[in-house]
């Protein structure tokens, strides 16, 4: 559902930063909403990944409202942990739910198992079971999504891919990754150069004609800048003995403190399962 | 387009995680380790293009453009929209890291299939097949997408999530006619300006190490 990436339109501004003329990178946006002083950044990047992604998943897996309410409590814990101003990130979250609203929007009314009828709105029932459900998927959203961002993004994003490597994610792959985010910036620059041109010519976007070929060459000349640049590097990077390795390994190091960190996670996962437990069995 | 966190049933996300990590294999084995700046320059271009929005009315959507990405880049697709969607799932917390198996799969498997389908009839000199070959890239490519969001979310609860499944599919038709005409409009003026790029599909697969 496109609904949740309408909130996009707010977002390359953010990346954007015409005006400032503060280099654009990867590692910006994501530190430019980190808070002071952080608790988690320092701790092993292989364990917030994996603990991360098997917390993300056991909360997937979670049925019950009160193993979904206990979950999203820890994730709150955990984000107050990482240092991430939380009121920030939960206007954030409230952008970032327009799927979670649709679902809002669809599931009461539309629950097919014969369903307790709570209230009517004009010919529409809504269900206990429907809004039971939605909130359901509310939570567990809710929750995986501070996981995420508390464990996920605080510190360089580099390091994240790093771990990722260190746990088994293929060389080529994670390298891809580095080297998107390493070129993201140069191409976004372009985008904001071509895009404030159009402005200064009175573009705006609709679905006229005009609009839409403006559209298309926009991207037509992106692509073949990019085709050329790309060229360019490759043949730059290949006089200078590029075979394909990008030489930078990261020492990982798991110390005391990263040992009480995983306790906890793997602590706080058991507790969400045995709630799941209870309540299922 | 993107489904998020904690809608769909771990059965699914792991279907389409084991999917799309053959996809990722698939495309990465097309890309020789010495080509990946190339690959990434274009991963971020391709990136990039969704940041473009075409307003309708109040409202506004971002292109995709999965059946250009397709037709351009074959098999190369899966990594490329696996690092997109990743990076949209960590910067901005659109879709998820949980669902990202699902939604690289939901993108870039329409994107390969009518990439392959569509691709010689889109390389061809007559304007009109051409033409229309990309516009059906664009088209199905989208309809595809949509087919199978709506299909992870009835998988997950075919009880319940049905409704929400069609209204998913209803919500992307006009979404699917604009990705038809940019993907008509960017093949129309690559070929004009720099037609080895479509033909020789990517530099990524050409050039050889010296």
């Known amino acids: 559902m496109c609904g949740d990436c309408l909130a996009h339109a707010g977002q390359p501004a953010a990346i954007g930063a015409e005006t400032t003329g503060e280099p654009v990178t990867v590692d910006a946006v994501a530190a430019s909403e980190n808070g002071s002083g952080f608790l988690l950044e320092d701790a092993d990047p292989r364990a917030r990944l994996i603990l991360a992604l098997v917390f993300a998943f056991v909360l997937a897996a979670v049925q019950s409202v009160e193993a979904a309410v206990l979950g999203l409590a820890f994730s709150i814990l955990i984000t107050m942990a990482s240092g991430k101003p939380l009121l920030a990130l939960l206007k954030r979250l409230a952008v970032v739910n327009t799927f979670i609203i649709f679902m809002w929007v669809m599931l009461p009314f539309s629950f097919s198992t014969p369903g307790e009828i709570i209230a009517k709105i004009g010919p529409l029932e809504v269900t206990r079971e429907g809004v039971i459900l939605a909130s359901l998927l509310t939570l567990k959203a809710n929750a995986i999504l501070l996981v995420v961002i508390s464990l996920l993004t605080v510190g360089p994003l580099h390091l994240m891919a790093e771990a990722s490597r260190a746990l088994g994610m293929p060389d080529k792959l994670v390298n891809l990754f580095l080297l998107t985010t390493r070129y993201f910036q140069v191409i976004f620059d372009e985008y904001q150069r071509l895009r404030l041109a159009m402005k200064a010519r009175g573009f705006k976007s609709s679905l006229s004609r005009h609009s839409m070929k403006s559209l298309g060459s926009l991207l037509g000349i992106l692509l073949v800048r990019s085709f050329d640049r790309a060229d360019r590097i490759h043949k730059a990077m290949l006089a200078r003995g590029y075979s394909g390795d990008l030489h930078v390994r990261t020492e990982f190091e798991f110390k005391k403190i990263d040992a009480i960190f995983a306790l906890s996670m793997i602590v706080v996962t058991i507790v969400v399962l045995i709630a799941e437990w209870n309540r299922t069995l | ?210």
Not at chain 2, 39 to 55: E, G, P, R
Not at chain 2, 80 to 96: D, H, K, M, P, S
Not at chain 2, 145 to 166: C, D, E, F, I
């Open chain 2, 1 to 210: 387009m993107h489904i998020s966190e904690g809608v769909l049933t771990i059965p699914v996300l792991a279907a389409g995680g084991v999917i799309s990590a053959l996809g990722v294999a698939m495309g990465l084995a097309k890309i020789k380790s010495h080509n990946l700046p190339q690959a990434a320059i274009l991963t971020a271009a391709f990136f990039t293009a969704s940041f473009i929005h075409v307003n309708i009315g109040p409202s506004s959507v971002h292109l995709m453009i999965n059946g250009l990405i397709g037709l351009l880049m074959g098999w190369m697709a899966f990594p490329i929209i696996l690092v997109g969607l990743t990076l949209q799932a960590l910067l901005f917390q659109f879709g998820g890291i949980t669902v990202l198996g699902v939604n690289t799969f939901n993108v870039a498997g329409p994107a390969v299939l009518f990439g392959f389908l569509f691709r010689k009839t889109v390389l061809s000199d007559k304007l009109v097949p051409s033409s229309l070959a990309a516009a059906g890239a664009g088209f199905f490519s989208i309809a595809l997408t949509a087919l199978l969001v709506g299909v992870a979310l009835y998988a997950s609860n075919p009880a319940n999530y049905g409704a929400a499944a069609k209204t998913v599919f209803v919500a992307h038709i006009p979404v699917m006619v604009i990705e038809a005409i940019i993907t008509l409009l960017v093949v129309r003026f690559l070929k004009k300006v720099k037609p080895e790029i479509l033909f020789t599909a990517t530099a990524v697969r050409t050039t050889e190490a010296v």
